[in-house]
């Protein structure tokens, strides 16, 4: 009896580490003020170092959609026709968005509607975070499929149409 409540205890100790250890870190604080320099000349800096962050952050984005794109089975432009709210534990109310495939912009086409949620919730927010499931009604969303039919369980990512970074998903929204 007193080796389980041990082992209970340990058990549970490990999952209080080990989620503070996996909490979603803040940002990193920025350069500190070098002795002798202007507030002007330490604010400049600062504004540089976040702009190397923010674009470090884009050129992430950037090739998260590249990727995005190369693995996806299909892509379809879909728009939301629905909103409503369900409750996510431990969170609350959070939206559900049912969509609708307008076309095909790579691979096969769907006309299926699907709906997308999510599904738990993090240190860092609920997930997936997939652009449309914030969305409004009426919104369009590029939607990267990966293994058949739209769905929860196929979608990798959606993004809004005008955070289309890569040329070629620009193109083929063009062509279409």
């Known amino acids: 009896m007193i080796m389980r409540s041990l082992i ?22 920025g350069p500190p003020q070098e ?4 507030d002007e000349a ?19 984005l950037h090739a998260r959609q590249v990727r995005l794109w190369d693995e996806a089975d299909s892509v ?11 409750d996510l534990y431990y969170i609350g109310e959070v939206p559900r968005v049912t969509l609708r495939p ?10 299926n509607r699907f709906d997308l949620r999510y599904i738990e919730a993090t240190s860092c927010g609920p997930i997936p ?10 919104d369009e969303f590029v939607i990267f ?16 149409l005008t955070a289309i ?4 998903i620009a193109e083929a929204i063009a062509a279409h």
């Open 145 to 160: 499929l990966r293994g058949g039919r739209p769905s929860q369980r196929t979608v990798q990512q959606t993004n809004a």
């Open 129 to 138: 975070a997939f652009d449309a499931i914030q969305g409004q009604v009426g």
């Open 76 to 86: 379809i432009i879909a728009r939301i026709e629905r909103v409503r709210t369900e």
């Open 102 to 111: 307008l076309r095909t912009i790579k691979g096969r086409r769907y006309t």
């Open 8 to 29: 209970a205890a340990a058990v549970a100790f490990t999952a209080l580490v080990t989620s503070v250890a996996v909490a979603c870190p803040p940002p990193p604080p």
């Open 42 to 60: 330490y604010a400049q800096r600062q504004a540089e170092f976040r702009a190397a962050q923010e674009q470090q952050h884009q050129d992430w």
């Open 165 to 168: 970074t890569d040329a070629r």
């Open 35 to 38: 002795v002798g320099e202007s």
